[in-house]
């Protein structure tokens, strides 16, 4: 594999639901920043992406004129072979990682589903798949993203920091990486965003108006529109006979529409039993993130996650 130039400065990889949509938005206002309009557009899944492929989709996608290029895409966390690739690819970019309560994290991610009509199984049938061995190893093998999976066992392993990042760290060192918990930057998010612009090598822009982005669920016209528009997407994508630019353009629309999408309300409680096992499943992964990182976790210090 051949480098790709031109490289991005920084690339957020996950995990999801974890402040990387707010995050996007704040990198995304920077003056010196580009990202791409559509927060969640996968590039990187595959194998052959060519330096001409790559110059083109910078063209049509990257805003022009900006020096620092990055992206923001969660669903490469729990990529198998996308370490390795990047190593190849872009072996000086600067990696971004939000952490935060493995077993909030899961549940966020399952309600955001449920509440876009993306899935019907309950929440106590949903953790079974999700925590089936066979399924688990499945997802430590194989792209999410270049196939139909069954989401459940990725979304467990996406809380599984140790592991994964003992993965990525194989090919990227710790020294390239920021690892943002969720539980302290957004309760102070000044002095770790501060932080951050100075890694990625931009002044520190105006902080005092934050954005608060994917938190709450779409109500009112919004939620109608995305609803229609979605349901028109799915029919045909736009994507499959569009020019590329004009693709690009309306992937920020599809990136509207999949934000704002609601057709149901919140998902049934969990189980007592079924949070137990969650947390019984992340708790040898969090002693082991503890001891790599040489820390407390910040969620052990607050109250504990209850559906």
């Not at 690819?89 to 509440?115: A, C, K, N």
Request: glycine share 4%.
């Amino acid at each position: 594999m051949t480098r790709l130039l031109p490289p991005l400065t920084f690339l957020c990889v996950g995990a999801p639901r974890t402040g990387t949509t707010t995050l996007h938005a704040l990198l995304s206002r920077h003056p010196r920043i580009g990202l791409p309009r559509g927060k969640e557009l996968p590039i990187f899944h595959k194998p052959d992406l060519s330096p001409d492929q790559w110059k083109s989709l910078v063209r049509a996608y990257w805003p022009a004129g900006k020096p620092i290029l990055g992206k923001c895409t969660p669903q490469y966390w729990t990529e198998p072979h996308l370490p390795q690739r990047l190593k190849a690819w872009m072996p000086d970019t600067l990696l971004i990682l939000g952490l935060r309560d493995p077993v909030e994290r899961f549940w966020s991610e399952y309600r955001m589903y449920w509440r876009r009509g993306w899935e019907d199984r309950l929440p106590d049938d949903f953790v079974n798949d999700a925590l089936d061995p066979g399924k688990l190893q499945e997802a430590r093998q194989h792209s999410r993203l270049l196939g139909e999976r069954d989401r459940a066992p990725y979304m467990a392993l996406a809380g599984c920091y140790t592991e994964l990042l003992e993965r990525w760290w194989a090919w990227i060192p710790p020294e390239q990486w920021v690892l943002l918990f969720y539980e302290e930057w957004t309760r102070d998010p000044i002095p770790t965003l501060r932080s951050l612009w100075e890694r990625i090598g931009v002044e520190t822009p105006d902080l005092n108006h934050l954005p608060r982005e994917n938190v709450s669920p779409p109500r009112g016209i919004a939620a109608h529109l995305a609803r229609l528009g979605y349901a028109i997407h799915r029919r045909r994508d736009p994507r499959e006979w569009l020019p590329r630019r004009w693709a690009a353009r309306y992937e920020s629309l599809l990136y509207w529409m999949v934000r704002h999408l609601r057709v149901r309300s919140d998902p049934p409680a969990p189980s007592r039993e079924t949070l137990a096992r969650l947390r019984a499943f992340y708790a040898p992964d969090e002693a082991r993130l503890r001891d790599l990182l040489g820390r407390p976790l910040p969620w052990e210090n607050r109250p504990r996650f209850h559906a």
